[in-house]
């Protein structure tokens, strides 16, 4: 058996985000794996196991139009790398095994710009209108828009995606044969022909809440960011956003009016900086441009650190004199919540101290590199 | 002459704001700095100085029904002191020599509970029902709405103010024999009835741009903290929120929908850290309560520092072994901008490290402080 196939049916008996199952591949392989579950004890798993026939796995996502992929394919994205040693949340981690895909586009080159647009099922026209404005601006940017299949404010990002010229990802909580919600079905379709569909789950199989909460991990891992629209007090994008925060991921979040419930914990995590307001897709782009700021920026002078806070002091210095850092990395060694480092690596680099290099790092200009 | 007749006099011929007054009265006193005024130079500050009959200005300030109040009375507001030590903004700065005041209210009572709330001349019916609600509840919670008396925002803000049990107070940039707006004349003798208007300006006197600019200073610098309501790109309101940061006080704005030009200004200044995000009056009084937060508050055990990230351990050790701090104080120690270190302070409050006491400052809890 090969790792695809073993990598496949180890998918199909294990349900999604389990901890140990990543761990176990990580280290041993797949196909042992599942030579050894299969020649294991009497346990669930191994009975689960003895029941998988590989060929017809194989078999039905082929014939159902999809496609397997794992780990090292051109179509992994890179993002979900990270899950393999963040820490859980909710008791779910781990790198997923593989992912069925169905869809006209390429999942990885979709996802080298992909960034998350999160909220609602139960979303106001004002939430449907900004996920769908904010979502066809950045597609129209060639920024590729990652969500969820759900109505509300999942749908109104992948139809305001369509509008542009980048298409859309939409993470699945089931076998892709059988997308929920059924409601869907005519989205699914449209956003198959240019984009992708991708699931952790086999052909067949239905969405179940901890199948939910475990697909959320694969959104906030394949975008380089998360923007929340509108979320009540309890809703799954928090979940999303909890995840995209274990991951480094920039986290915003869009305010709206103060008497709409449905914008209660936007402003809450807005409030606690635990994300950043965004008012437009420019600003989600200038938080995620790797050219740096949209307008004023100046990086080409060395200046005098005397005018920094202390904050901004303990940035600066975490930048290291020669080649660049990522913000992630930068926001850890000066201590700083991902907020606040954003917020200040903007200020150093309009007033010039610090500048962005292609790949979105952050180093010296020219200037103070050289001297 | 007296004390207060000299500052009457000087507050006639000076602008509201001007530098070099405030710092003259307070080196060689009212009546020092009058009569070397009228002995001066043939500089047109002299000139206007020898038109002034200080029986007629005692006279026509007792027959337009106002008041004379100076530094030293009962009715001074506290917060006014801070503007002879803080930097100036566009040019303008110091305490006022002294206020012309109408109303039946009291204005040092008033003053030490006061919040301003302010926001754009052009609301929205938004922004209005925001300011309105928003003041009511402050107003039912005991709190003095503080705001100018432009049509807008702070017109609602006195509605609003009107519906709870705590007078208001408006701070104009003109004569009080005649407010303006003049639309807003009923609304002023309303206000008036057990609340007062103040004013720098003498009876007469019209307001002018810079004395609007000048007004927004005592606005902020009377109250606790600024609310910021609605504002477009260039409003007073930003002005007065300057003022605010300068002062140290307490700065917070509303969201709206990102779809209207009038929360822009609120929407940049959270996003940047300049204020604090509230949606309800419930969390301004949370922010500002002298008995900490209104929920969750778990004041009485010493933990461990181990799990403080930077910050929150730098402002941990900022406050005193024994006594207390403010919130102003421990900002500048932790070198932290002030709404990093009100949502941090009252996060440590949260988890119990740190508790405020009646005065609203921040000491250990009696464990940590006996240990």
Redesign the interface.
Known sequence: MDERTARMCLASVTEPGHPAVGTAVAEFGAEAVWIGLLGGDEGPLTARARLIRPAELVQSTKATGQRFVIPGDDEWPVGLADLAGCDPVQQLSGEPVGLWVTGGGHLGELSATALAVVGSRASTA?GD??AADFSADLSEAGRTVISGGAYGIDAAAHRGALAGRTPSIAVLACGLDSPYPRGHTRLFERLAESGVLISELPPGEHPTRVRFLARNRLIAAIGAGVIMVEAAVRSGARNTLTWATVLHRVVMA??????SAT??TP?RL????EA?????AA?VLELLSPLGRATGSRPSEARATDSL???ELRLFESVPGRGARGADELAVR????MP?CL?LLSQLADRGYLRQDTEGRWRLPPRAAAG
């Open positions: 004002y209108l900004v869009v305010p709206g009016p103060v008497t914008s209660v402003h807005i409030r606690d900086a950043v307001l965004v008012s437009s600003e806070s202390v904050d000066a201590g700083l919540p606040t917020a």
